[in-house]
Structure formats: C-alpha cells, structure tokens
C-alpha cells in the first residue's frame, strides 16, 4: 500500500512550486534531462501510447531558433533558461502500440482513423507534459510552461520531415524568485467540484 507523501513533498510539487518566468545562471546537465524522461515515462497514457516526443533546447542556437518562433517576451524566456523543452505529439505513435500494448491489437484502433490519432495524441502528449513538469519539480528543478508561440513554424523548424508536431513549450532550470508574480488565486473544492 502507498503511503501520502509529507508536506515538504507536496509542498515542492505542488503547493509552493510556481511557474517561473526568469532563472538562476546555473546549467542543467544531460543527465537530468534523462532523469526527467525516466520518471515522467511511468506516466500513464492511453493504451500506453506515449505519444509525446521532446527537443531539449540546450545550445545557444537552438534556443534562438525556438525564440525567433515564440511571442517576444517568452523569446526572451527562452533566450535566458538554461533550457527549454518543445513537448511535441507524434501522430505515428500508434506505430509503437504492438511493443508498447502487446495485449491487443491496439494499432487497428488508429489506422485510418486521423481524428482519433489527432485526439489521443493531443491528450495523451498534454499529460506527459504535466509528468514532465511534476518529475522536473521532483528532482529539484523549475519549470515554465508557454504557449505563445507559432506552432506551425516550430513543425518546420524542429520536426521537418516527421509526423511531429508541437503542443506546447516549457522551461527548464532553477527558477530565480524574483521573476514569480503573486500567485493567483485558486479556489475551494465547493466551487468547482461536485461529488454525485
């Protein structure tokens, strides 16, 4: 049986972690980008799809053609994060089912069916996106979650020549306080819920 985390772990994934929109110069190394994937793939998703497909912009290069992509404030974002992530949406994901739902024959639910591969891969890459962000809080780091930007232009400057396309971008480092607003209000559970 698993137990509740304390409160000093809920407080880093949830109720003290914030989106940031400045970072401290302090680098990011490749091994923990690879320790965010080994713990944001346990994440479930339907059918176990794992749709998302994720360029880690880390070189100066890289993050200056993202930036020319984005809105200019989050091009300024990404300019100064030690790295930013595209979480893109594979819409060939449904060729990986037979190893990666071995039960059945889950690929014939997709072959053909491009609403249904738009949909699943939407929402099955969103989720891996918010496991991205938890794992990356998990192992200490921040993150900055965008979507101002052109989508179509960072399909043709990062995923040219696949079945990838962009959902959204996110950065990535240990966030410098002084670039968080007040955080904005969230509500009781009575407002928004109802139990049935």
């Known amino acids: ?11 880093q994934l949830f109720r003290e972690a914030r989106s940031y929109n400045g970072y401290l110069d302090t680098p990011v ?5 690879e320790q965010i994937w080994d713990l ?6 339907s059918a176990n799809c794992l749709p998302a497909r994720i360029i880690w912009c880390r070189s100066d290069e ?27 949406m594979d819409l060939e994901f449904y060729e990986n089912l037979p190893e990666f739902f071995p039960h059945t024959d889950a690929r014939s ?6 609403a ?24 200490g780091l921040d993150t900055g979650a965008m979507s101002g930007f ?3 232009a960072v399909d043709e400057a990062f995923f040219a020549g696949t079945k990838v396309q962009s959902n959204f971008i996110c950065t990535l480092g240990y966030g410098d306080k002084a670039s968080i607003f007040e955080r904005s209000p969230r509500p009781a559970f009575d407002r928004f819920n109802s139990i049935i």
């Open 109 to 114: 639910w997709f072959v053909g069916n491009d």
């Open 40 to 45: 944001m793939k346990f994440g479930p998703t």
């Open 116 to 139: 249904l591969i738009e949909k699943t891969a939407f929402r099955n890459s969103s989720l891996q996106g918010a496991y991205f962000m938890l794992a990356a809080r998990a192992l």
């Open 1 to 11: 049986m698993s137990h509740p985390l304390n409160d000093a772990a809920l407080d």
């Open 29 to 33: 190394t490749q091994e923990q980008l």
């Open 150 to 152: 052109n989508n179509s």
């Open 62 to 88: 890289a993050k200056q053609k993202l930036a020319a992509c984005s809105m200019p404030a989050n091009g300024e974002k990404i300019l100064q994060a030690p790295v930013t992530a595209i979480i893109g």
